[in-house]
């Protein structure tokens, strides 16, 4: 292109409402193992997809990502064949893309025009070709030193992401995570999915930055926010904590042998540790957790029979409908309208016993409540039972002092400015899901930026090109305001 003329364009004479099919492995033979279930597109697949995209003049796609990725402009490249650029402009804005490429909840497709007519371009997957066939060997380059220190509380999405943020921008960063692997909760993320080589393929992009990633230590236990600020000599620092710890059930029967919180069970998965699986499973939940969970234990245990119960009808359940489809083609058995009311046995877990529910008025959620129907109570017959009812935050060693707000979904966070919390210089961000808590981080980063740069009497900076251009980060042409789905 040359300098000073319009970009070069190929946009559909109209409207196309239907997507270059997906491929999947067929059914029969991935519930053998872990192998990934969705096919990469190939090249041209990829370069016919990108051409459904109509270039809006406003991207309602980038106004949709909670990250702001400039996806109009990588389908755009795609669509000219331009890989290699498409890579460039996907890495610039997201340094986890070969994590979101696979399992990020695609906000941008629910938003994308061609939604009105058909079925949305396919963004997410084209990010993935962009990276399979684009020079993705990218590595980040800091800015000048800024000469102060960051300590960032946590390695997942969030933690990755401010890490990045403060790297590109000059800062020197230390991530300290307690377990000994990054990713946060992206590594209870089933294999079938996503694997912890997509996470280390990203933090390899980090190398030249002045990043320490600092793995199985607790901060709040030896280590406390004081220290940190005090004579460990952080000027700031983010508490990306997300929520590692399993919610249960809170009935009788839970520490019966056979009973596995979901998030252990996927994490053990993940990391080729033995599960004892039963012959007969019950999984307990409606979310995304529970659908990792039935879909991995259909995988771990062959022929082994696996039945979701969950309160609410199917219209409430809060999972991934393509997650849901999933689940039922592989052979997972659904009874809606179950309430757990006890774990029965006596060795090992025997059965779960259940009260049929109807439904109420909507909560404060705005989903129908739960109302269980007197004398409905029945045992269903299992060995084994894995709770997937959510998860919360573990505030050990974080005081009241920083006044934290627990969201819903049982992350903490700052309720200031950037997620400033009420102690002077720490932050707490983290999101619902991989590219919210990278949103949330990118407005923390930016915040501790300001914050630094007062110390420092200068101006707070945009983000600089992570790549060591002279190009600041600027929102795409047309771009109004961020929509939030
Ligand atoms: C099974 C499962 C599947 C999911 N699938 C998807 C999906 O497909 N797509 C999607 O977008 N989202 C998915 N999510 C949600 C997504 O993973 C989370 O929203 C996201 O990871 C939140 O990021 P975070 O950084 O805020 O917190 P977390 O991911 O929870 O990370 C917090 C990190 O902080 C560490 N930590 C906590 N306390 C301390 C401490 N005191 N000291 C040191 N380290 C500490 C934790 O060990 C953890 O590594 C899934 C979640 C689960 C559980
Ligand atoms: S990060 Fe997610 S929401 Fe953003 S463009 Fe990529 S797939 Fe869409
Ligand atoms: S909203 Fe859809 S059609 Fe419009 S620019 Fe984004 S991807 Fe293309």
């Known amino acids: 292109m040359a300098q000073g003329s319009a970009p070069e364009r190929v946009v559909p004479p109209k409207l196309q409402p239907v997507r270059v099919p997906i491929g999947e492995e067929p059914v029969e033979e991935r519930t053998a193992d872990f192998r990934e279930v969705l096919h990469a597109y190939t090249r041209e697949e990829a370069v016919l997809e990108a051409r459904r995209c109509i270039q809006c003049r406003r991207p309602w796609c980038v106004e949709a990502c909670p990250i702001t990725q400039d996806c ?15 890579a460039r402009v996907t890495l610039r804005d997201d340094p986890l893309a070969s994590c979101l490429c696979k399992v990020c909840y695609h906000y941008c497709e629910d938003a994308c025009v061609v939604k009105k007519k058909g079925v949305p371009v396919a963004i997410r997957q084209i990010k993935r070709a962009s990276l399979d066939f684009g020079a993705s060997d990218l590595v980040y380059v800091p800015s000048q030193p800024k000469h102060q220190r960051v300590a960032i509380v946590g390695a997942g999405p969030a933690g990755l992401m401010a890490a990045w943020e403060l790297g590109v921008r000059g800062y020197s960063v230390t991530v300290f995570e307690q377990e000994d692997r990054f990713g946060g909760l992206m590594q209870t993320i089933p294999a079938y999915r996503m694997t912890d080589a997509d996470v280390e393929l990203a933090r390899r992009r980090f190398r030249d930055l002045d990043v320490t990633f600092v793995d199985g230590r607790k901060i709040g236990l030896e280590t406390t926010l004081a220290d940190l600020l005090g004579h460990e000599g952080y000027q700031s620092v983010l508490l990306a904590i997300g929520t590692p710890q399993h919610r249960s059930l809170e009935i009788p029967g839970e520490d019966l042998p056979g009973v596995l919180p979901a998030l252990e069970f996927l994490k053990d998965r993940n990391a080729g540790r033995p599960a004892s699986l039963g012959r007969s499973i019950v999984v307990v939940g409606g979310g995304d957790v529970a659908m990792d969970s039935v879909r991995s234990a259909l995988r771990a245990a062959p022929g082994a029979s696996v039945t979701l119960l969950y309160r609410r009808s199917r219209a409430e359940m809060p999972a991934d409908p393509e997650e849901v489809f999933g689940a039922e083609e592989e052979g997972v058995r659904f009874e809606f309208q179950r309430a757990p009311l006890r774990i029965v046995g006596t060795e090992r877990v025997e059965g779960i016993e259940v009260q049929t529910t109807e439904l109420g008025p909507p909560d404060a959620g705005g989903r129908r409540r739960p109302v269980p129907v007197a004398g409905s109570e029945a045992v269903v017959p299992c060995d084994t039972v894995i709770v997937a009812v959510g998860q919360q935050a573990d505030l050990y060693g974080f005081g009241a002092e920083l ?29 619902r899901s991989v590219v919210y808590a990278m949103g949330a981080a990118i407005e923390a980063a930016a915040a501790i930026d300001a914050y630094l740069a007062q110390k420092r009497g200068a101006s707070p900076s ?15 042409a047309g771009y109004t305001t961020p929509i939030r789905v």
Not at 72 to 86: C, K, M, P, Q
Not at 410 to 425: D, H, I, L, Q, S
Request: hydrophobic share 35%.
């Open 72 to 86: 109009r402009e990588y389908l755009r490249l795609v669509a000219i064949e331009d890989f290699d650029g498409a």
């Open 403 to 431: 006044d934290l707000r627990i969201t819903s979904q049982g992350w903490p966070e700052g309720r200031g400015n950037g997620y400033a919390t009420a102690v002077p210089g720490v932050f707490a961000a983290g999101g």
């Open 462 to 476: 945009a983000r600089p090109d992570p790549f060591g251009g002279p190009e600041a980060f600027h929102r795409p």
